[in-house]
C-alpha cells in the first residue's frame, strides 16, 4: 500500500467517524442506492463486508464479548441466518460469528434483532481498539490462577463503541489470561496480560507486547496500564504510512525503552520491568472432551467442530440439545469450535453423545 492511501484512509476518517456510517447504510438499504467506497470502508466498523464490487451481498461479522452466547442469543442468530443469510452461520476463530449473503435492505431488521439480545458489532474492525481476547473458560476452570472476566469487561465497556478510541492509527489488540501460560492464539496480540505470582504469591499480570517480554503489574493496575498504552498508540502512532502503522511497527520505531519511559509518566505507579517468576511455560490450550467445571455441579464440554461453517437447521438443533439439558451458555474458542459452559453432571455423557449425533465432537 502507498503512503496516499495511507493518507486517504486517515482523510475518510476525519471526514466521518466510522461509528457515524451505519445511519447511511438505512438510506441505502431502502433506496437502494449502491454504497461509495469510502463508506463501505468504514462500515467495517460494524463487521459489514460487500461480497465483490456489485454489491449484491454482504457479509456480517459479529465479535462476542469474551466469545460467548447465551441460549437465547444463539436463537436469533439462527433466526437471522434462516431469514437473512442463506441459512449460513460460522463459527470463526478471533471468537465471531460470520453470516454471509445478507442483502442490504435486510441490515436494519438484523441489527433491531441483535440489538434485542445485547449483540452489537460496534469495532469488529476497522482502526480501533478492538473486543478483549481471552480464554473460554473463564470461571470454570480450577487450573486458572483468576477469573479475568471483570478485566475484560471493564476494557471493553471503556473502549468498545468509544469515539475516543475509534479512529486509531490502525488496529489495536489486547488479551488477558487467567493462565501464565497465555491462550492458544492463531495470531500474536498487540499486548498480553498473562496472570502469573511473583515471589510472595501474590497475583500479577505478565505484559508482553507484540509477544515479547515487557514487565509486570498488579490486578487493581491493569486497566490504568492498557488504557495508557491505548491513548499513547492513538496520540502517537504513524499515520502518515500504512506499512508503518501497526502497533508493532510504532514499538519498533520508538523502542521499547521510551514506549517504558513515556507510559510510566502516564501512571500513578510504575511498570515493573522485569517479572520475578521465570518458569517456562506451555501455552494453554482449550479444552476438547468433558471436564468438571469449578461450578458445583456443572461439567463444560468441548466439541470439535469438523466444519466451522454451519446450516442453521443443525444450529436449530444444536440449540434444541442445549434446552433439554438445561444448559444455557457457550463460548466460541480462538480456533472456531465450541465449549458448552454449564452441562449438568448428573447426564453429562448422555449429553455428549447427542452432541456426537450433530457432529458437534466432544470425544477427541
Known amino acids: 500500500m502507498s503512503n496516499n492511501l495511507a493518507l486517504n484512509i486517515e482523510q475518510i476518517k476525519k471526514e466521518k467517524d466510522g461509528l457515524d456510517v451505519l445511519g447511511d447504510i438505512y438510506i441505502h438499504a431502502v433506496l437502494g442506492e ?43 442468530l439462527t433466526q437471522i441466518s434462516q431469514e437473512f443469510a442463506n441459512n449460513s452461520l460460522t463459527f470463526s476463530n478471533e471468537q465471531k460469528v460470520e453470516l454471509k449473503d445478507i442483502k442490504i435492505y435486510n441490515f436494519p431488521k438484523i441489527f433491531n434483532l441483535l440489538k434485542e439480545v445485547d449483540l452489537t ?20 476452570d480450577n487450573e486458572q490462577l483468576i477469573d479475568v472476566s471483570s478485566f475484560v469487561e471493564q476494557l471493553d465497556n471503556t473502549f468498545i463503541g468509544n469515539k475516543k478510541y475509534s479512529n486509531m492509527p490502525n488496529k489495536l489488540q489486547f488479551s488477558i489470561s487467567g493462565y501464565e501460560q497465555g491462550c492458544e492464539l492463531s495470531f500474536t496480540p498487540d499486548v498480553s496480560f498473562n496472570a502469573s505470582t511473583d515471589s510472595k504469591n501474590k497475583i500479577i499480570f505478565l505484559i508482553k507486547l507484540c ?15 492498557a488504557k495508557a498504552i491505548a491513548k499513547i498508540y492513538r496520540d502517537f502512532g504513524n499515520r502518515e504510512d500504512i506499512n508503518n502503522s501497526s502497533f508493532e511497527a510504532f514499538l519498533e520505531d520508538w523502542g521499547v525503552a521510551k514506549f517504558y519511559d513515556l507510559l510510566n509518566s502516564s501512571l ?49 438443533k444444536f440449540t434444541q440439545v442445549l434446552e433439554k439439558y438445561n444448559a444455557s451458555k457457550i463460548k466460541i474458542t480462538h480456533k472456531g469450535n465450541i465449549i458448552v459452559l454449564d452441562a449438568p453432571s448428573q447426564n453429562v455423557n448422555e449429553f455428549a453423545l447427542e452432541l456426537e449425533k450433530i457432529n458437534f465432537n466432544p470425544f477427541v
Open 121 to 140: 458489532t460496534f469495532f469488529e474492525a476497522g482502526h480501533t481498539v478492538r473486543r478483549v481476547i481471552t480464554c473460554p473458560l473463564n470461571g470454570i
Open 34 to 76: 449502491k454504497i461509495p467506497s469510502e463508506d463501505l470502508h468504514r462500515l467495517q466498523w460494524y463487521g459489514i463486508y460487500a461480497s465483490d464490487e456489485t454489491q449484491n451481498s454482504f457479509e456480517l461479522k459479529i465479535p462476542l464479548n469474551m466469545g460467548e452466547l447465551s441460549l437465547k442469543q444463539l436463537k436469533v
Open 211 to 225: 509477544g515479547e517480554d515487557f514487565g509486570y503489574v498488579y490486578p487493581s493496575q491493569l486497566v490504568l496500564t
Open 268 to 316: 500513578p505507579f510504575n511498570v515493573k520491568n522485569s517479572s520475578q517468576n521465570n518458569n517456562v511455560c506451555f501455552i494453554k490450550k482449550p479444552r476438547m472432551g468433558i471436564h468438571q467445571s469449578a461450578i458445583e455441579g456443572q461439567s463444560y464440554i468441548g466439541c470439535l467442530l469438523n466444519n466451522h461453517s454451519q446450516k442453521s437447521e443443525t444450529i436449530s
